[in-house]
């Protein structure tokens, strides 16, 4: 589907989520918690789980994933270790770029957009991920979940890169897959559009609050 976006002529930015939005991440994040899982004697968690916990954050994963396999909470910082050893190591090995990602982040460049990575991954795994995908290329800048004091649905991850673009949020699109990026657009002032392939916490992305949905970012 191709969907109006409300004040399209006043707009000269996207902001673009990468898990579920860009890069279908979910095989890279179901080998890396199996992987640490294993290691540190707990059973497997299952690929639908993985899919509706993700998007949150690395720490609200990692810890969700714990208490679903009746851990101990003080197991948490050992599981962060691993977790960031092991994921370095397949970063991008187990993913994808979803159809259609590529030629929708040109025509918005050819528009004149500025464009801006923002995804409650850490920045750490973001930025080889991108490179990895042949991805970085396209933005001005990257943050990850890191960059600010708080992540998405916080507005706050939203007007700091609006700031750095140099826009306001009301000419600043923001582009995701889920509620985290919908709400935090919303109380940051952005349009926003959702994806309608990503995970969004298993829910049906439908039902949330938002300018419109797309089946593909070339349809934007």
Not at 116 to 141: E, I
Not at 161 to 182: F, I, K
Request: hydrophobic fraction near 40%; charged fraction near 25%; glycine fraction near 10%.
């Amino acid at each position: 589907m191709r969907v109006a976006i409300p004040n399209q002529a006043g707009l000269g930015a996207a902001i673009v989520d990468l898990d579920g939005t860009m890069v279908d991440t979910l095989g890279d994040f179901v080998v890396v918690l199996g992987t640490v899982l294993d290691d540190l004697g707990l059973s497997r968690v299952t690929r639908e789980f993985v899919g509706r916990t993700v998007g949150k954050g690395s720490e609200h994963l990692i810890r969700s994933t714990l208490a679903e396999v009746d851990a101990e909470p003080a197991l948490y910082d050992r599981a962060w270790a691993l977790y960031q050893h092991h994921y370095l190591a397949v970063n991008g090995d187990h993913s994808a770029v979803y159809p259609g990602v590529v030629d929708g982040l040109e025509r918005l460049r050819a528009r004149g957009w500025k464009l801006a990575c923002l995804t409650n991954k850490p920045t750490a795994f973001a930025r080889p991920l991108l490179r990895k995908k042949g991805l970085d290329g396209f933005f001005d800048v990257v943050f990850g979940g890191d960059a600010f004091e708080r992540k998405k649905p916080d507005p706050l991850p939203l007007r700091k890169t609006c700031e750095a673009l140099g826009l306001p949020p009301s000419r600043t699109l923001m582009v995701g897959d889920s509620s985290n990026d919908a709400r935090a657009a919303r109380a940051a002032g952005c349009p926003v559009v959702l994806v309608s392939y990503g995970y969004n916490h298993g829910e049906p992305v439908a039902a949330v609050d938002a300018d419109g949905v797309v089946d593909r970012l070339d349809q934007l």
